[in-house]
């Protein structure tokens, strides 16, 4: 296993869920943590907290994956302490609506394809040359079970995840001959806030979807992405499915 002690980690979607709970397992095991999302408050409290548990150091972006000119600014201004990023972990991510495909909202397809597909690329855009530089990193993408099964009224949530799927084999493709690795995490359901932005703060309707299925966690989550990120150098895990035991 190797050691995370002062290595820095770009945690994007760290407000919530997965990215919250990836903050907390990788401060613990002392890495430097920059944490991105676009409420501000929330990271500002999980900064505290990381401070005052683990002694983290904690570096801050607030920031919307969908804007590319912010990305490629938040990326260009780090600070030179934080500028060497080690491990981007592409977690932000969301869905919106269950619906026909000939019914869907347009806004909702836009809102998870500028979030789900263009987010992860502009910050993989941005984040990689540096690692090609130092020969040296480890990106880590959430797909997701919908990238390799399409339930009914996932369409366009399951092809953004289709689509992470085929980029993080890409992405380990193009970087074949260097140091870097990349790991595709796609879990089955997760009890996060996921199902409440999908069904636009609908709390009933979004405990509805857990009906009969124990949910994994965001640490069971956090997990698996520790263990991918801690193994030798020369192992890449190329793609991880997980899933609630109950869930078909
Ligand atoms: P949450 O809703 O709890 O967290 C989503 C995170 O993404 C939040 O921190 C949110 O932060 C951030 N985010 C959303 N849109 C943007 C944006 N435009 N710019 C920056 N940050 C953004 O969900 P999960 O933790 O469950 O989801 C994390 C990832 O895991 C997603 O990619 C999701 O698709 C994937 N996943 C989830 C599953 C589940 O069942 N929960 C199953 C399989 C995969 P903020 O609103 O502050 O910007």
Known sequence: MISLQNKIILITGASSGIGTACARIFAEAGAKLILAARRWE???????????????????????????VAVESAI??????????DILINNAGLSRGLDKLHEGSFQDWEEM????????????????????KRDRGHIVNLGSIAGHQTYPSGNVYCATKAAVKAISEGLK????GTAIRVTSVDPGMVETEFSNVRFHGDDERAK?????????????????????????????????????????
């Not at 260009?76 to 990023?85: F, G, R, T, Y």
């Not at 493709?173 to 074949?176: A, I, N, T, Y």
């Open 208 to 248: 509805k979807v857990y009906q009969g299925v124990k949910p994994l966690t965001p640490e069971d989550i956090a997990d698996v992405i520790f263990f991918c990120t801690t193994r030798s150098p020369h192992v890449n895990i190329n793609e991880v499915i997980l899933m609630p035991v109950d869930q078909a």
């Open 113 to 132: 394809i500028d979030t789900n597909i263009k987010g992860l690329l502009y910050l993989t855009r941005y984040v990689v040359p540096g690692m090609v």
């Open 76 to 85: 260009s201004n780090l600070p030179d302490a934080w500028s060497e990023i």
């Open 42 to 68: 929330l990271l500002q409290q999980l900064r505290d907290v990381l401070k005052q548990e683990f002694k983290a150091e904690v570096h801050l972006l607030q920031l919307d994956v969908r804007d590319r």
């Open 173 to 176: 493709q193009d970087l074949l």
